[in-house]
């Protein structure tokens, strides 16, 4: 080979090296990353990306969707679209897929899942992370902090959380005792997320309390807007007896359990990526901060280690056998090589049985009508294992009342024990039914125990400054007019003449009208003025001298000759019925309730 040959040999090799290193550049820049996410909304539920593709001329996700049922469907719309830096990226194209609104694939096998690719624009080179939103109806897809450059093991962004909160140790937690107590009671959540997330749009935020040891008392509120702040805070003010769990609602994590104090400031910090990763997400403030911890990873653990629908197609002897070494598998291996506070114990073994017995009830109803029933001896099986302890009342004892009609399974003392329980509901149902009249210092001593007796006392106390705190301001009751029937209603609307008015004919019996009453009580404004009329027939004087207490307006107790007197002169013999004022005396009459916001609207419309 001459030297000329060597020469064009040598610079041949270096482009032949050159194009090479080029390829695997290029084709680097193609490769499919796996991905990472901070947070889907709650409707956002089975759709997963397992990975992307950034190159200079798109952006591929590869997505699959997988739903814990059979038979279910999807769609992806043609709005969809990567936001990142405040740009948006709309979608050019998809594979394996129809962009369509009313194009649904349907997934029949829920293990097989269905696979498809969404292509957009290339992305700027200095994104790190980036949102996918596929519409923007309330039910749209949406995966927020997509990113394969991020790592969230460092848990930088966990310094949000205070750090003698964060790194608490809880392997020797007691179970906390049942606190009492009756107040003002805030709740601020924290949502805490390695990347910045825009909350502002997310404002479908909402708490329920959950108190089953207080069932539905009249004078209690149930549920509280919230609202979300620029620091991603969630604020809730309320009022409550005792401890007690909420659980708070919101598209960002669709709900959330935990137990809050009353008359302090409960704070809850969310880890927006460990709720999301099945990990320990949830701290908490105060002395249950190792209850709400254990509440909330130990659920979703355990919840997704029982589910396995096969079981409800086999015969009842397989199935209950089944369960039973599923569960006592599980019961065996809590600790799961680590130590185990006698707290998280407690709370994962009620927790299994708790869904053991959800298991036998809907095998029960699935197969009620055939011979492929369950048979006492079948369930008992079960319930000979069962064992609850006291001290965890209230917390964990509230899934008795779901399924009541087993207790005849337990052992004798376990079954002494649950009939105590559902003595003292009952007595509590029957107390707060007809408002606590019937109480006396010994109405309980027949339950059995120092627990239940004092409880009930303790609820008659603070169900007497529960009423003293909730009678409010502007709550008038009116002396009804000594005046001829034909005359009656002119005179109790003289007062309110140039002022809007919403008159309510209504009664203590009637449930539609209670009804009305509770939910429009939030939205009541001082624009507005309330009248309240009704009569014995439908409200005894002491019944409805209690619920007028709490509803804000001015009151007229008419008698049964003038009650039927009105109904003849306004066209009405049905209750609720309303009439609306105008400033000018103009008015519009309504039958019935319906909807809250049909009716707010019915008022909106005639201002």
Known sequence: MTFTQCKMMRKYVIIFIVNVFAIMLYSCSRNACRVDYVYKSAYTTGLYID???RSDEFTKLFMHWQSPYDSSSFCISPDSRLVADSMRYNILSAENIELSCDSFIVVPDKNKGYRFVLIFPPLSKDVKSFDYIEGDTYDAFRIFGITDVLDYSKG?????IPKEILEADYSDADVPEYGYGIGHTTLDVHLVSPVPIDF??????ELALLDFFIPDRPLQDRNYKGSIDSASTVHFEFDIAGVQRVDVYCPILNAISLYVEPCKKNEVWIDIYSYFHDKPFLYTNGRLDALNRITSYELNKYNSMLV????FNVSPEVFVDSL???VGDMTKNIDEGRKCSDLERLYCIDNIYSYY???????SSLHKDSTRNISDADIKKFYNRVVYSDKLFPFLRYNFFYYPEYYKYLTSDEKANLESSLKFKALLDSLESDGWKSYSDTVADNIGGDFYPNAIKYYHNQYLKW???KVKEGVHMMKTPDVPNEELFSAIMKPFKGKRVLVDFWGVYCGPCNREIMELEPCKTDEMEYVYITTPGWSPK????QYTQLIKGYHYYVSEDQWNFLGEQLNFRGIPFNIYFKEDGSYTPRLGFGELDDFLKFIEERQ
């Open 51 to 53: 990975s992307m593709e």
């Open 156 to 160: 930088e962004y966990l310094k949000q």
């Open 200 to 205: 502002s749009n997310e404002n479908e935020y």
């Open 308 to 311: 396995d629908e096969s079981l």
């Open 324 to 326: 039973v070494s599923k």
């Open 357 to 363: 017995q959800w298991y036998i009830k809907r095998f």
């Open 467 to 469: 009423f003293s705190k």
């Open 542 to 545: 002491e019944k409805y001298e």
